[in-house]
């Protein structure tokens, strides 16, 4: 099992959209439908799901993600952490499709009335330690213990080195996108991405690439579909 860093990923995300072409919503929709089949291949309750949504790519595998359970008949709501009007592109792209399927975001969520949580808060984009509010609202998830099903990293985890930004959400599952990051495998933040499940969703790598770890065969508790 290849293991990869943050950074080695964004890398190989840059060559899959920039070199090869590959538009970056394709990439978003194709994480976004792994992550559904994870959830319909799982026992999960889904009376009520709540997304958390950030402003970066990986909030916006969230948002597509609300609209593909919103048009299954599930009862979604999606709520934003931190103020919409300065979201990357690939966010604005997407709440302008939710707003055709009549999908409306959430103001404020009861985190006790939800089910199960996806959060889509923080990827591989996390480069320092989280706001303070989003740490509050980390610690007061984490207490009440829900089901969370995290977003290619549980928000909070450095995605190299496996430590806690502050705080981190911790996942029952985490569905993580073409390769398995490092920081998932260490010790925290291994056992704060509970299950790890990698996807591939259609990333291209360069064949002259260089890994910074030699690739680990048999790694066990990481399943690749
Ligand atoms: N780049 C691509 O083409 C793809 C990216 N994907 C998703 O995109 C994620 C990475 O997206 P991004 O690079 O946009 O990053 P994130 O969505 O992880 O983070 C968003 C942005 O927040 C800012 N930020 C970082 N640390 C912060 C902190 N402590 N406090 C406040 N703001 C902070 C940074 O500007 C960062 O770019 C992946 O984890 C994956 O889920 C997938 O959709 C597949 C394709
Ligand atoms: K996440």
Redesign the pocket.
């Known amino acids: 099992m290849q293991l990869v860093t943050a950074t080695e990923?964004?890398n190989i995300?840059?060559y899959?959209?920039e070199t090869i072409g590959m538009p970056?919503d394709v990439?978003?929709e194709?994480?976004a439908m792994s992550v559904i089949d994870v959830i319909g291949a799982g026992h999960f309750n889904l009376d009520h799901i709540l997304v958390l949504a950030?402003?970066?790519?990986?909030?916006?595998?969230g948002v597509a993600i609300s609209r593909l359970l919103y048009a299954q008949g599930f009862n979604v709501s999606l709520q934003f952490v931190g103020n919409v009007t300065r979201a990357?592109d690939?966010v604005k792209r997407q709440l302008d499709i939710i707003e055709k399927y009549g999908l409306v975001r959430a103001e404020k969520s009861d985190f006790n009335e939800a089910t199960l949580i996806i959060d889509?808060i923080?990827?591989?984009?996390?480069?320092?330690?989280?706001?303070e509010g989003l740490q509050k609202m980390i610690k007061a998830a984490n207490h009440i213990e829900k089901t969370v099903i995290a977003?290619?990293?549980p928000t909070g985890i450095d995605?190299t080195t496996g430590e806690v930004?502050g705080a981190a959400l911790k996942a029952h599952t985490t569905v993580t996108?073409g390769y398995n990051k490092v920081g998932l495998t260490q010790r925290v933040g291994g056992y704060l991405s509970g299950n790890v499940i990698v996807k591939d969703?259609g990333?291209l790598t360069p064949q002259d690439f260089t890994f910074s770890l030699p690739d680990k065969e048999n790694t066990p508790s990481v399943a690749t579909s």
Do not use: W
């Not at 950030?54 to 595998?61: F, I, R, S, T, V």
């Not at 923080?122 to 706001?131: D, E, I, S």
């Open positions: 990923m964004q995300d840059n899959t959209v970056q990439l978003i194709r994480a950030g402003l970066g790519n990986n909030g916006a595998d990357k690939s889509a923080f990827g591989t984009g996390l480069n320092n330690l989280l706001p977003v290619d990293t995605a930004r996108f969703i990333l």
